[in-house]
């Protein structure tokens, strides 16, 4: 709504400083991504041209406000209007962006080791569990992707790495409509408790 995009907007400006592009550094004055384990992700996420629906690959040094509408559309809510080929639609865009976060090396595919780099990310925060426990649970969670997508597997087969196809099966029947949502736009400031 034209609300929201002002809403966007105003929070762009703060990001920026009155700027007409952020630059990742922007994002280092957001307490709610201070904390999260995932953090360089997220960031990298914005500036990722595949996410910009821009045909070329690599990263952007800096995004305008129409590239910020573009990452912000994938976190809007459903539309009640929405008909089924809308929604399907809607949600292999926010599961794209998703896989782009995994996918760091931008080969279109999930392999193993940025799969362990982003549970180990993930877990980092948790000083109870040693970096091992992380590449094991990654790897627990990668032979159970090759099951669901490739089904029973040769002892000289290779799970190469899941595909955007395998990340769209693995997703099925989760409600990534709901959960994929930023909170960082709110602007007030945040009361911290010591």
């Known amino acids: 709504t034209s609300e929201q995009i002002e809403h966007l907007h105003r929070r762009f400006k703060q990001l920026s400083r009155d700027q007409l592009t952020i630059r990742k550094e922007n994002f280092d004055s957001i307490p709610d991504l201070e904390f999260n384990p ?109 099951s669901i997508c490739v089904g029973q597997m040769g002892p000289d087969q290779v799970y190469e790495g899941i595909t955007f196809e395998d990340f769209l099966k693995m997703w099925q029947g989760i409600d990534i409509e709901t959960k994929m949502h930023v909170r960082f736009l709110n602007m007030e400031p945040i009361a911290h408790c010591y």
């Open 38 to 146: 995932i953090r360089g992700k997220i960031v990298h996420a914005f500036f990722d041209k595949r996410n910009l629906r821009q045909e070329s690959d690599g990263l952007a040094d800096e995004i305008n406000f129409e590239d910020f509408l573009t990452i912000m559309s994938y976190f809007r809510p459903i539309e009640m209007n929405m008909d089924e080929e809308q929604l399907d639609r809607f949600r292999k865009d926010k599961l794209k962006f998703l896989f782009h976060m995994y996918d760091s090396d931008h080969d279109g595919k999930i392999t193993l080791e940025e799969y362990r780099n982003v549970v180990e990310e993930l877990l980092s925060g948790n000083p109870h569990l040693e970096k091992e426990s992380a590449r094991s649970i990654a790897d627990g969670a990668m032979m159970e992707a090759a």
